[in-house]
């Protein structure tokens, strides 16, 4: 089968031909139709984390597609069925976290494009567990972005719990913020979107934001004059952004880190975050239920996804362009090309 390998850290990817793997006990073999491309993909082939991903390695972990085969203990029933390989590859089921309703915090997880092969890739393996099916109504190219920007940015307000009287701001308005955008809305909150690309701004505005503020420009100043927010969902990877998002937090505000920038180290004035209560969460993808209610609301007409479809062999130059901020919003890959 054809696919795209991290050969080392910090190399170019290299599109090869592999065997098709073999579903093992628990797990199936999905014919992947698109794939998503998240910037964490990015950060892994360039090893930018402290924890370092499997080499060699497939990435991806927003694949969609068709189960053709089950292995070992899984009903067969399964195969014909359209699923998603979310980055939760697997969890353990029985740690308190997983008991707990938080399988995302395991602590014994399988990373799908990390610590187990992905889906850059016309095939790949996920565990019969933590695939999750996609409806009738979500199409595979729609499917892939959700399967980790959607569900992700869902995830990440949920856990700020926002109230309909408050202002929420996202910040990058790239693959994880367009979906963040119009997750805030859902919500019903007053929405504040942040960019430093000009297409970006524009984007949010089409998705109905109701204010967006140029970063490159003097963002403190133009948040104030918005009166501030309430919770600020940081999807740049960027400690400054971060920062700066704190910074303009009302009082009971609410940080919702999401952004994993290389340089691991953010700095935040403890008298502000005392004297105005403010809340610091980092919120890591989410479960199983949270990607199935971000397929049900993309069933019913309720989110939009913005993206691009590229060929796999594109992957190298998919990078650049996404570095480069000039993506809108997500880069796809059609694997059935
Ligand atoms: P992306 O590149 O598609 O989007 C980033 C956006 O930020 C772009 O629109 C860019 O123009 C904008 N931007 C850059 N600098 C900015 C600044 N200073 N101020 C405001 N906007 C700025 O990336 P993505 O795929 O959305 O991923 C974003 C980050 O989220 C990555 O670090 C990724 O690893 C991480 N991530 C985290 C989780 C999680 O569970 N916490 C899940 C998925 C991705
Ligand atoms: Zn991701
Ligand atoms: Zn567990």
Request: with cysteine.
């Amino acid at each position: 089968m054809r696919a795209a390998v991290v050969p080392a850290i910090g190399a170019p990817l290299e599109i090869r031909d592999v065997p098709v793997p073999e579903p093992g006990p628990g797990q199936v073999l999905v014919r992947i139709e698109a794939s998503g491309l998240c910037h964490t993909d990015i950060h892994a082939a360039r090893g930018e984390w402290p924890v370092k991903p499997m080499i060699p390695l497939i990435p991806g972990h927003e694949g969609v597609g068709r189960v053709v085969k089950a292995g070992a203990d899984v009903d067969p029933v399964m195969v014909g069925q359209r699923v998603a390989l979310p980055w939760l590859g697997r969890a353990c089921g029985t740690c308190r976290y997983c008991v707990g309703g938080w399988e995302t915090y395991c602590t014994a997880p399988q990373y799908t494009g990390y610590t187990m092969d992905g889906s850059y890739a016309e095939y790949a393996v996920g565990y019969a567990s933590h695939v999750v099916r996609v409806p009738d109504g979500v199409s595979s190219f729609d499917a892939a972005p959700l399967t980790c920007a959607g569900v992700t940015t869902y995830k990440a307000l949920k856990v700020a719990r926002p109230q309909p009287t408050e202002t929420a701001m996202i910040v990058g308005i790239g693959g994880l913020g367009h979906l963040a955008l119009q997750y805030a809305r859902i919500f019903g909150t007053t929405t504040v979107a942040v960019d430093v690309e000009d297409e970006k701004l524009d984007l949010a505005k089409q998705l109905g934001a109701d204010h967006v503020v140029d970063a490159r420009g003097d963002q403190a100043a133009n948040l104030a004059r918005l009166g501030g927010v309430d919770l600020a969902v940081v999807t740049v990877p960027s400690p400054a952004a971060m920062h700066a998002a704190h910074a303009s937090l009302n009082p009971n505000g609410r940080l919702v880190i999401v952004g994993l920038p290389a340089d691991n180290t953010l700095q935040l004035p403890v008298f502000e975050t005392v004297l105005k209560g403010i809340s610091v969460i980092g919120s890591l993808v989410g479960t199983r239920n949270d990607l199935a209610e971000c397929f049900a609301l993309h069933a019913q007409g309720r989110t939009k996804v913005v993206a691009r479809s590229r060929r796999l062999e594109e992957v190298n130059d998919c990078f650049e362009e996404v570095l480069a901020g000039t993506v809108p919003a997500r880069l796809v890959f059609d694997l059935t090309a």
